[in-house]
């Protein structure tokens, strides 16, 4: 067998809080953990100080960059998947939630930027980012090359942001073999080890979007029936409900109002999504906070409060699950199966709701929820890959036929919307329109296309705009230009288009008028991708010492943390000791020795950047930090935050 | 994304070179992928035109051309079979969708037939030109406008109307009643079609063009009533 053929494909779940990757161990999918040891890698990117010397800083990502949010909150992104793919009024309005600038000189039209210190980047390269750390801890774990994976999206997602997606992943170097919708990864995760027949509803609630779809089993085929979603609902709602609760009551009973200190706000939220999680389990949970006025805000929010609070917000999933249904021409009750997916599932209420909806525990029958929700979806976009791979007896007889969530139409006279593509149709779709001239002589013909439900033009989401040119010139309404559009296996639509009066067939052009161009994305390609295979392993190497100094650096600087005092002799000792051994074996080329050293050292720490955050997050609440965190903000901060715990214990 | 299409099809395999059946979508001989065929969708399936279709056949064969047709069948080969991978499967799913659904499957033999269809009947401004309207149902259907009408006004002053929406209720049960009846008509002339000779084919050709456009008006009526009953 061919060495590329043999090159292993991961499966990736690029997601708004947190991302993951994944592959196909033998008959099973296995998450590969980051040097850290830990399987979610935080969907925060944080660009290092400016060298000294000049030349680009460096870029972190995941744990360490959530660490710099406190001291540089103005070098950090985090949830950039909000951002993606959308034009700059979307953006615009998603400020709202995110304490970030915007370039300022961007204009309509093009793909905004994001200022982090003195640079700036495209949604799509910060996503890079974190692919390359995805990519580079699965190249660390295999010891070889990782250059082709899945990668993962919320079903809901539409065209522009599938697109921006994959450009994500070219510039992180990866060959994007298939975007795979993010509930069906996960039916594909469980249909692994169940019985392969029957009808299964996947109920997705994420820290930023809702998906649900309805997939029938049948003989190792997946086929989705239909999907539907909400691309603005997830756990990071129910934060900025309890946020804005706690901020009310604390201007009311204190005269504080906190919203002046957005670093305070940062901080409460952090303490809103510590009891979030709390009343997972617990009756009941509290918040403690000291403000800036040396003041205490006290307050205990029973689980039956939160549950009232979040309510009408849960709500809103049972729609889209209702439209799903009425699409797949089924009632609840012809649903053998509902699998729970995203953190947010873990929330009792939300349980009890699709309860039901899906009328479960009156047909005893309870949801899935074995796998992990938060990794199912990478371990399913690793059994697609493995299915691309073609590289396992259990994957061979899989096969994944899914849908386009959104109707296509292109616009036609009065603004109304003419529909070519059904929403719920089985990709890959495609639909031939022939098009005609309506002047003498005319070249150019512009046929805008829009994804949605809405009967006018004005209501849809506008996909693009398409220039066909070089139209032989001919009497007015003579030419026929057959346009060709097709929805491919990743959701994406291409755009062909021939005069057939002239037979000119290559001579339309046929110009996208959204996103990066081929030229911008290649142009943004991420540095030292390129090395030679043989180079592998000293580059390795090279990178895993880069980021031991990086760690021995922030060691060097600990004692003089305040938080340092609060740890006990033992504690220091042993940082002391797994520091050394770091030093040592950073001398020699043994990799191994050195991510082993790394682990250790980043082990002995752990407890001091937990004392080091929560020194931050006070001094934060108390307002002597952090007040540069979303200068931009607006009254009515709600930003996601990127501090939620990774892991719930 | 754009790719300029290529109008050659070729009848002799591209990896054999070994002739073949332009509608065939891989080679008899050496079973590789072809580029998609001209033929049509009922071809795709091995079928040729007809309006019964044994549905559960129809899904068994559809999942197992997905099985060798589908792009993750073809993730490593040539950039070639990669897009004949794609146009073929695009393909093979308008077929499933069009066929699957008797109403969809009905307008496609007709449209294949060369039957004229008017698409104007499926337009919102045309449908209360009189002229428009089945004859049969003159009365009936200028009755519910002016309830439709009504039950607009009521909604926008906010108030009830429980009678109006009685009767309302009773006009959709009727129309769907009606939409019912088409369904049965068309299930007579599919039988025809199908078994038929060539003037019987052309007499149930006609027959159910009418009938097309009469189900189109109905189930607009009913997706109108609907929508207000709904509100």
């Known amino acids: ?649 | 994304m754009l790719k300029v299409v290529e109008n050659a099809v070729p009848v002799a395999c591209w990896s054999c070179s070994v002739a073949h059946n332009e509608s065939t979508l891989f080679c008899p001989d050496c079973s590789k992928i072809q580029p998609p065929s001209s033929g049509d969708y009922f071809s795709v399936f091995g079928l040729t035109p007809r309006l019964n279709i044994d549905l559960l056949a129809l899904e068994r064969e559809f999942h197992r051309l997905s099985r060798s047709l589908h792009p993750d069948r073809f993730a490593r080969a040539s950039e070639n079979e990669k897009e004949w991978s794609l146009a073929d499967t695009a393909l093979l799913n308008d077929a499933y969708r069009t066929l699957k659904d008797p109403l969809r499957r009905t307008e496609y033999l007709l449209k294949l037939q060369g039957a004229e269809m008017d698409a104007s009947a499926a337009d919102d401004k045309d449908r209360k030109n009189p002229s428009r309207v089945p004859a049969d149902l003159l009365e009936e259907v200028f009755d519910l406008n002016m309830q439709l009408e009504e039950m607009r006004m009521a909604w926008k002053m906010g108030q009830e109307d429980p009678e109006l929406k009685e009767s309302l209720l009773k006009a959709k049960g009727k129309f769907e009643g009606l939409v019912g009846a088409v369904d049965c008509d068309l299930r007579a002339q599919w039988a025809i079609w199908d078994a038929g000779d060539a003037a019987a084919r052309q007499t149930a050709l006609h027959a159910m063009v009418a009938l097309v456009d009469r189900r189109r008006y109905l189930s607009n009526l009913v997706r109108d009533v609907t929508a207000i009953l709904g509100d």
């Open chain 1, 1 to 649: 067998m061919a060495e590329a053929e043999r090159a292993v494909v991961v499966g990736i779940d690029l997601g708004t809080t947190n991302s993951l990757v994944a592959y196909m161990e033998g008959d099973r999918p296995v998450v590969i953990p980051g040097v850290d040891g830990s399987n979610l890698v935080p969907s925060v990117v944080a660009l290092d100080p400016m060298p000294a010397s000049g030349g680009r800083p460096t870029v972190t990502v995941g744990n360490s960059a959530r660490k710099a949010l406190i001291e540089t909150p103005e070098r950090v992104i985090y949830s950039v998947k909000r951002l993606m793919g959308r034009d700059l009024e979307e953006v615009r309005a998603e400020l709202k939630f995110f304490p970030f600038r915007l370039a300022g000189d961007i204009e309509a039209g093009e793909v905004p930027r994001i200022q982090l210190g003195e640079l700036r980047f495209t949604p799509p390269e910060i996503s890079a980012y974190i692919l390359r750390q995805l990519k580079r801890n699965a190249e660390r774990f295999f010891g070889t090359p990782v250059a082709q994976a899945v990668i993962t999206v919320p079903a809901y997602f539409n065209d522009a942001q599938r697109q921006a997606t994959k450009d994500a992943g070219r510039m992180a170097g990866l060959d994007v073999l298939r975007l795979v919708n993010e509930p069906t990864a996960a039916a594909l995760a469980y249909g692994l080890d169940r019985a392969k027949e029957g009808t299964i509803a996947v109920y997705d609630l994420g820290g930023g979007t809702f998906d649900i779809s309805i997939l029938k089993l049948c003989d190792g085929i997946f086929e989705v029936q239909s999907t539907n979603g909400d691309t603005h609902l997830g756990g990071d709602d129910i934060d900025n409900l309890l946020l804005t609760v706690a901020l009310d009551e604390i201007y009311a009973e204190h005269g504080v109002d906190l919203r002046a200190h957005p670093g305070a706000v940062q901080a409460l939220r952090k303490a809103a999504i510590d009891a979030k999680i709390r009343l997972s389990t617990e009756r009941a949970a509290q918040f403690d906070i000291e403000l800036p006025n040396g003041d205490r805000y006290q307050r205990e929010i029973p689980r039956a409060v939160f549950e009232l609070l979040v309510e009408p917000m849960l709500k809103r999933t049972a729609g889209p699950c209702k439209q799903a249904l009425a699409d797949a021409g089924m009632t609840p009750e012809q649903i053998d199966e509902v699998v729970l997916v995203g953190g947010s599932t873990r929330i009792p209420a939300v349980r009890a709701l699709v309860d039901d909806l899906f009328r479960l525990s009156a047909r005893g029958k309870k949801p899935h929820t074995e796998l992990n929700p938060d990794e199912v979806v990478a371990l399913g976009a690793a059994v697609q890959a493995g299915i691309l791979a073609g590289a396992s007896k259990t994957t061979d007889d899989m096969l994944l036929l899914d849908v386009t969530p959104l109707s296509l139409g292109i616009e036609a006279l009065g603004g109304t919307v003419a529909r070519i593509i059904q929403r719920n149709s089985t990709i890959p779709a495609s639909a031939t329109e022939h098009f005609t001239t309506g002047v003498d002589g005319q070249t150019n013909v512009a046929i805008h296309v829009l994804q949605g439900e809405r009967e006018l033009a004005a209501d849809c989401r506008s996909l693009a705009r398409f220039d066909l040119k070089g139209i032989p010139p001919m009497a007015a309404g003579l030419p026929r230009i057959e346009v060709r559009f097709l929805i491919d296996a990743d959701g994406i639509l291409q755009v062909s288009a021939r005069e057939q009066r002239s037979g000119k067939a290559s001579q339309i052009e046929v110009k996208p008028t959204y996103g990066l161009t081929d030229e911008q994305v290649e142009n943004m390609i991420l540095d030292s991708f390129d090395h030679a295979e043989e180079d592998f392993s000293r580059r390795l190497l090279i990178e895993a010492r880069n980021e031991a100094d990086a760690i021995l650096a922030a060691v060097r600087r600990a004692p003089q943390n305040p938080a340092w005092n609060e740890l006990s002799a033992e504690e220091q000792a042993a940082i002391a000791v797994a520091r050394d051994r770091l030093v040592l074996v950073i001398q020699g080329s043994d990799l191994n020795a050195i991510s082993q050293a790394m682990v250790a050292l980043d082990k002995a720490t752990r407890h001091f950047a937990e004392l080091m955050m929560d020194a931050a997050v006070s001094s934060a609440i108390r307002g002597k930090t952090m007040n540069d965190a979303g200068k931009e903000v607006d009254e009515t901060v709600t930003a996601p935050h990127a501090m939620a715990p990774a892991e719930f214990k």
